[in-house]
């Protein structure tokens, strides 16, 4: 699954704000994984540690997704 790398932050959606602009920014790049991405790959790490923490990164995010439908889910039941 590639992707999408090439994202822009326009003054319009930030009402002409230089620091929500960098804040927004910084919140894409880390959704995206970029700067993430680029520390990992300044080093080489062996292909089971690398199989082994993207296991553990794949169960945190699942766990992650389960919270947050348990709690979608409780504030559904508690609004009827």
Same mark, same amino acid.
């Given at each position: 699954m590639k992707k999408k790398g090439n994202f822009t932050v326009k003054a319009r959606e930030c009402r002409n704000n230089p620091e929500r602009m960098i804040r927004r920014f910084i919140k894409k790049t880390k959704k995206e994984r970029i700067i993430e991405i680029v520390r990992e790959r300044s080093r080489y790490k062996k292909p089971s540690?690398?199989?082994?923490?993207? %296991?553990? $990164? +794949?169960? %945190?995010? $699942? +766990?992650r997704e389960e919270q947050k439908r348990l709690r979608r889910k409780q504030r559904r039941d508690r609004k009827n």
């Open positions: 540690v690398a199989k082994k923490e993207k %296991r553990l $990164r +794949a169960a %945190r995010t $699942r +766990a």
